[in-house]
């Protein structure tokens, strides 16, 4: 459903950044269809190029732009998306979100990589995609700010009503981000559900041994 935020939660190496990867036009599609907003992206003949799809992808790590500053990188975001007519948030209001303000004049190589997470997240969250896909979008900051972060997101998450996708192996990031939690193992989702009831009633004992 739109806005609705779906988090893909199980551990690392079982192919969930390949998923992001094949929705973003990265990636060639085997078997299937892709279908967004009543459009296919991806099928077994058709493979719409990324540029065409609308889809934002920020990875873990670092995508930033070497010789532009982090105000250009961010605001690369916003430029390719000037036929959106209504602006739902400001660049102001993203920076002051993501607690990014003190890293505006520098160039990527001067700032941290959890700072480069947050760019990378300020710049695909302001292009406003139909579909916005984050890959561990947390796991480079620091552990004492990262709860703060996720409180952020989640706000501008609800507030922008982008629908998104996020592959994490933090199941307290899915369970607090996520409107709907998808636990993958093994190459199978093996339950889709309410982060409470995926929490409360998970369905297999592979599911128990994984949440712990």
Do not use: W
């Not at 806005?3 to 060639?28: F, H, M, N, Q, W």
């Not at 520098?106 to 760019?119: D, F, N, W």
């Amino acid at each position: 459903n739109q806005g609705d935020v779906i988090c893909l939660l199980g551990p690392s190496g079982i192919g969930k950044t390949t998923i992001l990867r094949t929705i973003a036009g990265l990636e060639k599609l085997k078997k299937g269809s892709i279908i967004l907003n009543g459009k296919t992206l991806s099928s077994e003949n058709i493979n719409l190029e990324p540029e065409e799809r609308n889809v934002s992808l920020a990875f873990q790590d670092n995508s930033l732009f070497p010789h532009y500053t982090i105000e250009k990188n961010i605001s690369l975001g916003s430029e390719r998306n000037k036929e959106k007519k209504e602006k739902k948030i400001s660049l102001k209001e993203i920076v002051d979100l993501l607690d990014i303000f003190h890293i505006l004049n520098k160039y990527p190589h001067e700032i941290s990589a959890g700072e480069a997470q947050r760019a990378s997240l300020a710049r695909s969250l302001i292009m406003q995609p139909d579909l916005l896909l984050l890959d561990e979008p947390l796991s480079n900051v620091d552990q004492s700010f990262k709860e703060e972060i996720q409180v952020r997101l989640k706000k501008i998450l609800n507030k922008l009503k982008i629908t998104t996708i996020i592959v994490t192996h933090d199941s307290y990031e899915a369970f607090y981000l996520g409107s709907k939690c998808g636990i993958i193992l093994n190459q199978e989702l093996k339950q889709f559900d309410d982060p409470y009831k995926v929490y409360h009633l998970p369905n297999s004992i592979e599911v128990v041994n994984f949440l712990n």
